[in-house]
């Protein structure tokens, strides 16, 4: 499970996330990025690519591609 918080302070912007086990409540990976609100979606790209890392994932190229990508820009 992916549970995860924001805080806001002025012109700042800081995302935490927590990648949980599910059966035993036990935290897999926790990371946290920081920046300007303007910065958002590159913040989220930045969250997801570390969370990638710390849990040690090997995806493919296609799936690669697809957290590269911010369709919202």
């Not at 493919?60 to 591609?65: G, I, S, Y």
Request: hydrophobic letters at 50%.
């Amino acid at each position: 499970m992916l549970a995860g918080a924001y805080t806001v302070a002025g012109e700042e912007l800081r995302l935490d996330a927590r990648v949980v086990e599910v059966e035993t409540g036990a935290v897999a990976a926790a990371q946290k990025v920081a920046g300007t609100k303007v910065a958002f979606f590159a913040l989220e790209k930045e969250l997801v690519d570390v969370l990638v890392s710390a849990l040690d994932l090997k995806l493919p190229f296609e799936e690669k591609a697809k957290l590269r990508s911010v369709p919202t820009e």
